[in-house]
């Protein structure tokens, strides 16, 4: 069978999600939608960099997209920013019979015990309208930190920690407004960026924790939060701009999920603009890594490079992030109608990309 597919938004994601949904032989371009103007009416193939047409063009026009009935719409525009408009989106195409992957909000891709249950609730009103599912995903909050550490777990005996771990130099990501308006980089170290506001952090990342927690049959009593920032020794400079001596350079996190008064299950995030920044936190295998570790018995550490086309690792993330969406398109629009979790999913894997074609 072949899936008629819509890429939402073709940034640095969605282009990355256009090129693997040509890529699998079982599903078919069909629509592209931007927010840029002056994308639309540009090839869809164009917009992916691919450098070569794929005879489908960009529109702004919902409508227009709807009206070609997709089976799944894969949404990779922005989200950290703009969560109510977001929302608004993903009801839509719900509510229109479109099944949908997407990217963010990432709090839905375990919202339970997370959010208000009215952020939550619509979405799944809009799901059961529709007869569609929704599935947010991606590399973290996603793989690294769902199955990656579930499937690490099926050979311990005793479990005492689950800790999934992202340490990346964040310096290639080139992506402004996420570096320096939502993470504070370049900021001063006495302000406190969107990220770092009470509670985002738990909002952000307590999915991952609470979702882990399910897929373990853990009870938790709390999840607790903290962080620390490091300044820049001296000015340095970054494709997204100028990192100014003293002003914020490196950023480490934590989300923990606590069972019986003790951290059980913790997401970290460890993220430097250079890698010579706070040599004491912990260190990544080559450029960046995904690290999981499982304390107990026996004590198991996984760690998952990865690294783009181009040598960079920043770049093998956004393509991990739009292919985990993109490969579990059969899936999503196989499942019943509702919010999906990965704990719903059966198996995902790239099915029909090994060989070329």
């Known amino acids: 069978m072949t899936y008629r597919v819509v890429a939402w938004s073709t ?27 002056a994308k ?24 227009a997209i709807l009206a070609l009935r997709p089976d799944c719409v894969v949404v990779t525009a922005m989200a950290d920013n703009r969560v109510v408009e977001a929302l608004d989106d993903l009801g839509r195409l719900l509510r229109a019979g479109a099944n949908v992957v997407a990217s963010g909000p990432v709090f839905l891709q375990y919202p339970s015990g997370v959010v208000p249950a009215e952020m939550v609730d619509p979405v799944r009103r809009a799901a059961a309208c529709g007869g569609a599912s929704l599935w947010v995903n991606g590399i973290d909050p996603g793989f690294a930190n769902d199955w990656l550490p579930l499937v690490l777990t099926g050979v311990c005996e005793r479990i005492d920690e689950v800790r999934c771990m992202e340490i990346l130099d964040y ?20 302000a406190t960026p969107i990220l770092l506001q009470p509670g985002v952090l738990t909002m952000a990342w307590g999915s991952v924790v609470r979702q ?19 300044g820049a020794p001296e000015t340095f400079e970054i494709p997204s701009g100028t990192i100014e001596k003293g002003t914020a350079a490196g950023l480490r996190f934590e989300v923990r999920g606590l069972h019986r008064g003790r951290p059980t299950i913790a997401l970290e995030h460890v993220t430097r603009l250079r890698p010579d920044l706070a040599p ?32 960079d690792h920043n ?9 985990r969406l993109v490969n579990a398109i059969p899936a999503v629009v196989e499942a019943p109608p509702g919010l999906l979790t990965a704990l719903d999913l059966p ?10 074609h």
Do not use: K
């Open 11 to 37: 940034g640095n994601v969605g282009r990355h999600a256009i090129a693997g949904i040509d890529a699998r032989p079982d599903l078919s371009l069909v629509g592209v939608w931007v927010s840029n103007p």
């Open 40 to 63: 639309v009416g540009r090839d869809a193939g164009d917009l992916a960099g691919l450098g070569r047409r794929l005879g489908v063009t960009a529109t702004d026009d919902v409508e």
């Open 171 to 190: 310096s290639t990501y080139h992506n402004p407004l996420v570096l320096f308006e939502i993470m504070g980089f370049g900021g001063s170290l006495e």
């Open 212 to 230: 882990l927690a399910a897929g373990l049959d853990v009870d938790l009593d709390g999840i607790e939060e903290s962080h620390e920032r490091v």
């Open 280 to 311: 004491g936190w912990p260190q990544p295998v080559g450029q960046g890594s995904y690290r999981v570790q499982v304390t107990g018995e026996p004590t198991c550490t996984l760690d998952l490079q990865m690294l783009g086309g181009d040598g």
């Open 315 to 323: 770049t093998a993330g956004l393509e991990a992030t739009a292919m």
């Open 347 to 356: 198996l995902v894997t790239g099915r029909g990309l090994a060989g070329g």
